[in-house]
Nanobody, 126 residues
Framework: QVQLVESGGGLVQAGGSLRLSCAAS????????MGWFRQAPGKEREFVAG????????YYADSVKGRFTISRDVAKNTVYLQMNSLKCEDTAVYYC???????????????????WGQGTQVTVSS
């Protein structure tokens, strides 16, 4: 059974950086899309970034474009989210997720993903 395990969250000052990792145990991500989502208290889970595992194409939410970078390491079966120039509004629990189907199309909605990690807390202080 495939499991996703996130790591790398923590407390950082505004303007700082963090790198999140999402490692898969079991099967690989081949032919799937991997996404990062986040959920702040009292808010809905929102799409942050996605990457097509096979093609390497990426897509970002407008709120993080130019500051966050999603990437993958095929050999390590790991997807990353490099977060730079962090803002207080980036504070949330961050989740990685695998697409429901084998596809190269990056869905920006949570229902497009059916395998989720446990989440990692990112807190940005002013």
């Amino acid at each position: 059974q495939v499991q996703l395990v996130e790591s790398g969250g923590g407390l950082v000052q505004a303007g700082g950086s963090l790198r999140l990792s999402c490692a898969a145990s079991g099967r690989t991500f081949s032919s799937y899309v991997m996404g990062w989502f986040r959920q702040a208290p009292g808010k809905e889970r929102e799409f942050v970034a996605g990457i097509s595992w096979s093609a390497g194409s990426t897509y970002y939410a407008d709120s993080v474009k130019g500051r966050f970078t999603i990437s993958r390491d095929v050999a390590k079966n790991t997807v990353y989210l490099q977060m730079n120039s962090l803002k207080c509004e980036d504070t949330a629990v961050y989740y990685c997720a695998r697409s429901r189907y084998r596809t190269s199309l990056i869905s920006t909605t949570a229902r497009g993903y059916d395998l989720w990690g446990q989440g990692t807390q990112v807190t940005v202080s002013s």
